[in-house]
Nanobody
C-alpha cells in the first residue's frame, strides 16, 4: 500500500504564499508521478501540478504557471507545492495523488484546506 499525507494548508491573504507538503510512505517503489489536485466547493477536482519522481520534471495547469512550483525531496520521500501570489480563486481543498507508470492516479491523501482571502 501507498499512503499520502498532506499538510501545510491554512488561511492566507491574496498575494501571499503557502507551501504544501505531501509525505509518501508505504510500498512506493513503483510510483512514477505525484500530483496535486484542487477541489473548490461544489466543483470537481482539477489538476494543479505534477512531478515525475525519478527526474523531477514538473508540469502545471495553465492557471498556476508562474505562481506555483512543485518539487520533491528524495531523501524525505516528500513532494512540495510552493504556492506564491495566491488568489481568492485558489481557495480549495488540495489533494496529493500518486500513480504508477501505466495507471491512473489511484492513491490519494485526505486533503488540506487552502483559503485565500481578498
Amino acid at each position: 500500500q501507498v499512503q499520502l499525507v498532506e499538510s501545510g494548508g491554512g488561511l492566507v491573504q491574496a498575494g501571499g504564499s503557502l507551501r504544501l507538503s505531501c509525505a509518501v510512505s508505504g510500498r512506493s517503489i513503483s510510483l512514477h508521478r505525484i500530483a496535486w489536485f484542487g477541489q473548490a466547493p461544489g466543483k470537481e477536482r482539477e489538476f494543479v501540478a505534477r512531478i515525475t519522481w525519478t527526474t523531477g520534471s514538473p508540469s502545471y495547469a495553465d492557471s498556476v504557471k508562474g505562481r506555483f512550483t512543485i518539487s520533491r525531496d528524495n531523501a524525505k520521500n516528500t513532494v512540495y507545492l510552493q504556492m506564491n501570489s495566491l488568489k481568492p480563486e485558489d481557495t480549495a481543498v488540495y489533494y496529493c495523488a500518486a500513480k504508477e507508470v501505466v495507471t491512473e492516479y489511484k492513491y490519494w491523501g485526505q486533503g488540506t484546506q487552502v483559503t485565500v482571502s481578498s
